[in-house]
């Protein structure tokens, strides 16, 4: 049988890094993207019991170009079933002190270029009538944090496209899953609050595993959003 295909984008490091390892774990074909390929290789040479599951495009997806070449290099040469949408920056500044850069930056990453993914992937979907995209989202889609303006509109503006594109796409047997975490150790975080905060927050790994579980549910049913948080709750 075919091993199943993944395409997950900002696989260097964080939880993109940890899920691209538990879909390699579990024998799919995992396409890692992000924009340091240095990164990527070296999460390859980690995996070296699963290295051949492991499958390095190289990809900034704030480029529409780049992101529609990736797809093309993917789908040529490997069967893909699931898109994972991770790739994310943010900056810890109120709405005045963001820098028209970090506006930029932001936006096209985690909004526009989760965009042009999707759009690169339906077309792969919609002729084999089957395929997932998951949304790595956060909790911000809900709850007010201050100095994070840019990042809680990108993320936002994702929920609200994956809720009309999952209406558009369901005749086709195509599932959107948001996947939407609190807290979660990883680079995106100052290492000083990742050392003063990292034992109240989620693993990578954790949250990982519950998105490869969402996609192996295969029966007549779709985990349309999931709310993840650390047992104690939010950061304060």
Known sequence: MEKEGIWVTGASSGIGKAIASEFAKVGCNVFVSARRANELERLKEELDEYEDNIHVFPCNVASSANVEQTCKKITSDFKLNCLINNAGVTSFKSAEDNSVNEINDIINTNLIGSLYTIKSVLPVFKKSESGTIVN????????????????????????????????????????????????????????????????????????????????????????????LRPLTGDLN
């Open 136 to 227: 790595v989202l956060s909790v911000v889609v809900d709850k007010i944090f201050t100095d994070s303006a840019l990042y809680s509109a990108s993320k936002q503006g994702l929920l609200g496209y994956s809720k009309v594109l999952r209406e558009e796409v369901r005749k086709h047997n195509i599932r959107v899953i948001n996947i939407i975490p609190g807290a979660t150790e990883t680079p995106i975080w100052s290492q000083q609050i990742r050392k003063e905060k990292g034992e109240l927050m989620m693993s990578p790994e954790s949250l990982a595993r519950v998105v490869v579980s969402s996609f192996l549910q295969k029966d007549n049913l779709v985990t349309e959003e999931m709310v």
